[in-house]
């Protein structure tokens, strides 16, 4: 079986784990009818990896369309894909915290995992701790940071994409393991990083592709990434393992489901297409402009790795005190 550490290290390798052999004879044709592709978020990274993919998927359909439905904290998008026929003509595509994370963080989710068949991921990204310039410029390391909060506790804050996600609960833990108050400031969308150029807030933890631009001007210092090696585009930055926070390793799958009943043919069709996608050069280039990696993991390994990673959010967040919301 393989383990978390096993997929973090095959996506170090840049290994693309494929999938079972595809039944032939069945969707032989692209399907006739369109397609609907749902996002729970505002335009962004999440949708433009979709499209990307979707461009490439031709051989599954005639017309696939990628719709943003933002709200609830992606919720509607999912509850709406559970509710669709299961016939391969909806999907949801989503941040992997959407199965493995959001459960143990609202009370009433609208979903279950076992509601969906996972398809396939298609794109990781570490996330970045980045500093802005509230933090003094001789401030290059997570060490001299985490010394700096300590001592400026009333300055020590961070800013991410939203409360309940992996990123929140990435910056919590930091705190929590080295001693310091640690204050998370939730924004939509790229908030934080606005506020971070502007000294708002000290720091934040977002996607590598976020504030990627600004790092390279200077106007942000990345301190750490959250990925099990060096991050191609900011290759300098070291780890949370390296630097010694090896249980905040993490990356950010994006990936795609289906409703949970849907016939395996077509989830084996869905998931061979997908594959093909990802080696397309259209892909790959769109991806590093991104600035995400493909990464794909075979359904059976996708399927184990959602309930690993679930069980260890779930240690994450009864360990930060976080009360689960409506």
């Known amino acids: 079986m393989m383990t978390r550490r096993d997929v973090l290290r095959a996506s170090a390798a840049g290994v693309a784990v494929s999938a079972g052999s595809f039944v032939p004879g069945v969707h032989a044709q692209p399907l006739a009818k369109t397609v609907h592709i749902l996002t729970g978020f505002t335009p962004g990274l999440q949708d433009a990896l979709a499209r990307l993919v979707a461009s490439q998927m031709n051989d599954y359909a005639k017309t696939i369309v990628v719709e943003n439905r933002p709200g609830a904290a992606g919720r509607i998008a999912a509850e709406a894909v559970k509710a669709a026929d299961a016939d391969g003509s909806t999907m949801l595509f989503a941040p992997l915290g959407f199965m493995m994370l959001f459960p143990h963080v609202y ?27 509230k933090v003094p410029g001789n401030i290059t390391t997570l060490t001299e940071f985490v010394a700096w909060c300590r001592a400026n506790p009333n300055f020590a804050t961070y800013g991410t994409a939203g409360a309940g996600t992996t990123l929140h609960f990435i910056g919590a833990m930091l705190g929590r393991i080295a001693g310091f108050d640690f204050l998370h400031v939730p924004y939509q969308g790229n908030g934080a990083v606005q506020d971070l150029v502007k000294g708002e807030i000290a720091s934040a933890i977002m996607p590598v592709g976020s504030s990627l631009g600004l790092i390279r001007s200077g106007d942000l210092r990345a301190l750490v990434t959250t990925g099990p090696r060096h991050c191609p585009f900011v ?28 016939p395996a043919p077509i989830v084996q ?14 892909v790959k280039s769109g991806m590093a402009k991104l600035a995400v990696e493909p990464d794909s993991i075979a359904m059976d390994d996708f399927a184990r790795l959602i309930a690993s990673e679930s069980a260890r959010w779930k240690d994450m967040v009864r360990a930060t005190g976080f009360v689960p919301t409506d």
């Open 269 to 282: 069709k869905l998931n061979m297409t997908i594959q093909a996608a990802l080696l397309t050069e259209e």
């Open 235 to 262: 290759p300098a930055v070291p780890t949370m393992r390296a630097v010694g926070y090896p249980s905040l390793e993490d990356l950010t799958w994006y990936a795609f489901f289906v409703p949970a009943k849907t």
């Open 107 to 133: 009370k009433r989710l609208g979903y279950e995992p076992q509601d969906f068949t996972p398809v396939s991921t298609v794109a990781s990204t570490p996330t970045l701790l980045t500093v802005g310039p």
